[in-house]
């Protein structure tokens, strides 16, 4: 292989849709389901940028990418709750190339990107590395939010530590103003926004049926 086209392989970004949606809405149990289905009869390969962090900081993922310097962002990002910032771009920069290069995603796949972009400034930087197809937008209150997480209806919160009153509620609040405009930044860039209503019921399967009927003669290319 020439150099020109090692390097055209480098260049190439990832084909991507992005989940967005409050926390508790189903995000996790939605990609989960999505890369064992797939959708559009494509492979669908779920990157949950969440439960890399939490990895990291627990030490149950050895983050050959990062330097300790970052890990200890990582720590006290998920102590606070605050989003990465566009200065910290870097950390999930590398979490998200190795999985890509782990997971062997090829050009016919999707990468489901659940947790990353979660605000405008990383949507701009993970366009870098990834091209948005599609976004999935999941909505529903915040009385259906405080009720999935309290019975566990998508069968994903056990061993959270981040499912209190308080830090649910900044979580909500953090969701309105940083990563609600995304689905206006995704829509001036002509990117298909798919909305789908979640009750406290529904399921991952229930929202793969309803993508499935809605979008499959808009599947993006």
Known sequence: ??????????????????????????????????????LWG?????????AQLRAIAEGRRIAAEL????????????????????EHFAIAAGILRSFADQRRIAADDRMVLNG?????????????IVAVSAVVSLECSAE??????RLDSGGDRA????????????????????????????????????GVKVSVATGPEDIWTDLSRRLQSESPS
């Open 67 to 86: 330097t300790e310097e970052q890990i200890a962002v990582v720590v006290r990002s998920l102590g606070t709750g605050a989003l990465l910032e566009n």
């Open 144 to 149: 259906v939010v405080y009720e999935r997480i």
């Open 159 to 194: 061993g959270r530590t981040d499912d209190d009153l308080a830090a649910v509620a900044r979580k909500l609040k953090l969701f309105a103003q940083r990563t609600v405009p995304l689905l206006e930044h995704y829509r001036s860039l002509r990117t298909p926004v798919h």
């Open 42 to 50: 494509r492979r669908c390969v779920h990157f949950d940028f969440g």
């Open 1 to 38: 292989m020439s150099w020109g086209a090692v390097r055209l392989v480098v260049m190439t970004r990832i084909p991507a849709i992005l989940l967005v949606g409050p926390t508790g809405s189903g995000k996790t149990p939605l990609g989960d389901y999505l890369e064992l289905r797939g």
């Open 116 to 128: 990353l972009a979660r605000h405008i400034g990383q949507a701009r930087d993970v366009d870098q």
